[in-house]
């Protein structure tokens, strides 16, 4: 089954296509011609989700999925949740910056809890005459959550984003030293996934 999903992101796209497996082509936003920067103006993770797969069903009218993801901390409140990507500003995703903006606005704080949330919304495109003339769309979304704490210092060289001071619940190394093989069984992205997967098994 060939299915866009909605990113340029190659740590995305390795790590989905690693999850998913050989029984589906993932194409991204570049494969089929889409170059533009779609914008994510949700103020959930659910409605940027949503709003990324509804660009391109409207404009590609392909099955379609796309994901957001926030890391969110109780000792801030939730944050940067939503603004994970950016939370340090300025235009790109800034990964060192986000980081460094984190640990120093968790301080000296002992409250260290966090959990990483993902939020898939999948948009299926049905005939509803078997020429394909008509069509509707369905929509259905996925969550996948992965508790943890957040260290204080970085620690190992694989993974992205704030990998390297996310320590999952239950182990005692970060994604960043736990490598893609085990992270992609256990992480927020890896959950959500698995419920795409389950779902788009029984197409």
Not at 49 to 58: D, I, M, N, T
């Amino acid at each position: 089954m060939k299915i866009v999903f909605a990113t340029n992101n190659q740590h995305k796209l390795d790590e989905i296509r690693g999850i998913l497996g050989d029984g589906f082509e993932i194409v991204s936003l570049n494969d089929i011609g889409c170059h533009k920067d779609i914008p994510e103006t949700g103020k959930t993770l659910e409605e940027n989700a949503l709003q990324k797969a509804q660009y391109v069903y409207e404009h590609y009218h392909v099955n379609c999925f796309a994901d957001d993801t926030g890391l969110e901390v109780d000792a801030l409140n939730g944050a940067p949740g939503v603004y994970s990507a950016r939370y340090a500003g300025g235009e790109g995703h800034d990964s060192e910056a986000n980081m460094t903006k984190l640990l120093h606005e968790l301080g000296n704080n002992n409250n260290r809890k966090a959990r990483f949330r993902t939020v898939i919304a999948l948009i299926e495109k049905k005939d509803v005459c078997p020429c394909g003339c008509t069509s509707v769309k369905k929509v259905h979304q996925f969550e996948g959550i992965v508790n943890g704490e957040i260290i204080r210092e970085r620690r190992g060289g694989e993974g992205f984003g704030y990998d390297p001071i996310f320590q999952p619940e239950g182990y005692d190394k970060t994604f960043a030293e736990l490598g893609m093989d085990i992270k992609n069984t256990i992480s927020h992205r890896a959950r959500a996934t698995q419920k795409l997967a389950e779902y788009l098994k029984t197409l």
